[in-house]
Structures are given as structure tokens and as C-alpha cells.
């Protein structure tokens, strides 16, 4: 409202002979403001106008001149512009300026400043828009009546001391429980098969001999699963498979797979 007054003030409109007409005023202009609800007095907008800057904003606006000379500079400005907050202020304090890291990461902030980023970016889920997307046989309903109604899968990645490290998981929606886990170095078929495989494995050990009715649910496509030989079967996705005594078919649905087991 400051800024309008103020781009508006010194406005003169035309007069009824087109001469010179009226030229509007702070005072006139507060109270037509005031009128229609927007309640400012001339004393505010003159007390605006001569605030004098506090001594952070000064402080601010010094050293976003200093990083802002440093970074155009022809010599080190490439250099200062791969720089982090942390190695930016590293860098400040090495010239003398006295400036805590938190105003060097608020300034950074304010002004979009990133420094450079290392390594590359892990993607987990690759959407192949060419394959055909089946009905979502879940819509985001992520719970059950009993065990073993609705698994969902996923998985992710971990940044280690080694690299990163992919991690699948099967959790039962039912009693939120990981029936099923597998972690590798590299994202392939065999980290999501090896998973579920876990997830049936861990149900016959607990005494069940039937899946009829399950459903398991993931996101679209995150790796390309093909058939593969386990046991005495095919364990695979899209095919009907005999895995420790319990036959299940699997069919995708548009966010990724569903399972219903017979």
C-alpha cells in the first residue's frame, strides 16, 4: 500500500477544459483508502518513507555486495559460485569479514544462491509411458480388515559410507509389518522379486497356506521385471506361478502391480 501511494502521489489528471487538473495528494489519497476499507493515515505512509534501515539490513545488504562482487568476479567469481553456505562463510571469514553462518545461509536463501552439486541423481521410479496401465485395484486405500488382504511395496535408496544402497520392502497394510525386505547396490529385477519372494516365504513360516484374495500394490514401474526361474516354477509378473505351494497370478494396475492370489 506504501509503494501504491507512492508511485501514485504526484498523479495530476486533466481538467474539464484540458488544462491542468487535479494533482492527486498523500492526505486525499489515505482518506479515499480509508473509505473503501484499506485504513491508512498520511502520518504512517511519511513514517515509512523516512525509516531509516536497521542495522541488520545494512549489514545485509554489505555483504550481499561483497558475495555479489566475489561471484562476478573474472578471476575467482566461478570458483565462489561452486561454494556452498558452509564453505562460503569458511570462505568470508578467511577475508576478514565477520559473519555468523546462519546470515551467510539466509542471504543464499533470499537471493537463490546454491553451491555446486556433487554426484549424480538417483531416480527410482521410471515411468515407460508406452506400457499399457491397468485399473488401480487399490485408489489409495491403504488399509485391511485382516492379514494378508493388501500388501504394499516399494522401494528406495540409502546413502551409506559405501554408496548408496537399494532397499525393497513388502509391508502388510493390515498389521503394517515388513513381511518381506531385500537390500543390493544396484537396482535390478531381482531386488523387487527377491522381496516379494521374502514377503511369501515369511507367510509359510507363520503357518499360512493360502494367499486367496491378496492383493499387492507399488508404484508404476519403477524397474523392468521379466519372467525368471525359481524353484520348481516361474516366478514371474504377468504369469501364474508356483511358488512354496502357493499358486498367484499377478496383474498390474496403473500405479504399479497388483497381485491377486488364487
Given at each position: 500500500?506504501?509503494?501504491?501511494?507512492a508511485?501514485?502521489?504526484?498523479?495530476?489528471?486533466?481538467?474539464?477544459?484540458?488544462?491542468?487538473?487535479?494533482?492527486?495528494?498523500?492526505?486525499?489519497?489515505?482518506?479515499?483508502?480509508?473509505?473503501?476499507?484499506?485504513?491508512i493515515?498520511?502520518?504512517?505512509?511519511?513514517?515509512?518513507?523516512?525509516?531509516?534501515?536497521?542495522?541488520?539490513?545494512?549489514?545485509?545488504?554489505?555483504?550481499?555486495?561483497?558475495?555479489?562482487?566475489?561471484?562476478?568476479?573474472?578471476?575467482?567469481?566461478?570458483?565462489?559460485?561452486?561454494?556452498?553456505?558452509?564453505?562460503?562463510?569458511?570462505?568470508?571469514?578467511g577475508?576478514?569479514?565477520?559473519?555468523?553462518?546462519?546470515?551467510?545461509?539466509?542471504?543464499?536463501?533470499?537471493?537463490?544462491?546454491?553451491?555446486?552439486?556433487?554426484?549424480?541423481?538417483?531416480?527410482?521410479?521410471?515411468?515407460?509411458?508406452?506400457?499399457?496401465?491397468?485399473?488401480?485395484?487399490?485408489?489409495?486405500?491403504?488399509?485391511?480388515?485382516a492379514?494378508n488382504?493388501?500388501?504394499?511395496?516399494?522401494?528406495?535408496?540409502?546413502?551409506?559410507?559405501?554408496?548408496?544402497?537399494?532397499?525393497?520392502?513388502?509391508?502388510?497394510?493390515?498389521?503394517?509389518?515388513?513381511?518381506?525386505?531385500?537390500?543390493?547396490?544396484?537396482?535390478?529385477?531381482?531386488?523387487v522379486?527377491?522381496a516379494?519372494?521374502?514377503?511369501?516365504?515369511?507367510?509359510?513360516?507363520?503357518?499360512?497356506?493360502?494367499?486367496?484374495?491378496?492383493?499387492?500394490?507399488?508404484?508404476?514401474?519403477?524397474?523392468?521385471?521379466k519372467p525368471?526361474?525359481?524353484?520348481?516354477?516361474?516366478?514371474?509378473?504377468?504369469?501364474?506361478?508356483?511358488?512354496?505351494?502357493?499358486?498367484?497370478?499377478?496383474?498390474?494396475?496403473?500405479?504399479?502391480?497388483g497381485?491377486?492370489?488364487?
Amino acid at each position: 500500500m506504501i509503494r501504491f501511494i507512492a508511485e501514485h502521489k504526484d498523479n495530476q489528471v486533466a481538467g474539464p477544459d484540458g488544462g491542468a487538473g487535479l494533482r492527486w495528494g498523500v492526505e486525499p489519497m489515505c482518506a479515499v483508502l480509508s473509505e473503501h476499507g484499506v485504513p491508512i493515515s498520511p502520518s504512517t505512509y511519511y513514517e515509512w518513507i523516512a525509516r531509516t534501515p536497521t542495522r541488520r539490513q545494512a549489514r545485509d545488504a554489505e555483504l550481499v555486495e561483497i558475495i555479489t562482487a566475489a561471484r562476478e568476479d573474472k578471476k575467482k567469481g566461478r570458483f565462489v559460485q561452486t561454494l556452498g553456505s558452509r564453505k562460503l562463510w569458511i570462505w568470508l571469514r578467511g577475508q576478514g569479514h565477520d559473519v555468523a553462518r546462519c546470515t551467510v545461509e539466509r542471504i543464499m536463501r533470499e537471493h537463490g544462491w546454491e553451491g555446486a552439486r556433487y554426484g549424480s541423481k538417483h531416480k527410482t521410479t521410471i515411468a515407460d509411458d508406452s506400457h499399457v496401465r491397468y485399473p488401480d485395484l487399490v485408489d489409495r486405500r491403504f488399509y485391511a480388515c485382516a492379514p494378508n488382504r493388501l500388501w504394499v511395496a516399494d522401494f528406495t535408496y540409502v546413502a551409506t559410507w559405501m554408496g548408496f544402497v537399494y532397499v525393497a520392502f513388502v509391508i502388510d497394510a493390515y498389521s503394517r509389518r515388513i513381511v518381506g525386505w531385500r537390500a543390493t547396490r544396484s537396482m535390478t529385477t531381482d531386488l523387487v522379486l527377491d522381496a516379494v519372494e521374502h514377503a511369501f516365504f515369511t507367510r509359510a513360516l507363520d503357518g499360512t497356506s493360502s494367499l486367496r484374495g491378496l492383493i499387492a500394490h507399488s508404484d508404476y514401474a519403477e524397474v523392468c521385471v521379466k519372467p525368471r526361474i525359481c524353484g520348481d516354477g516361474l516366478c514371474s509378473w504377468g504369469l501364474l506361478a508356483d511358488f512354496s505351494a502357493l499358486r498367484f497370478a499377478v496383474i498390474a494396475d496403473c500405479r504399479g502391480f497388483g497381485v491377486g492370489l488364487r
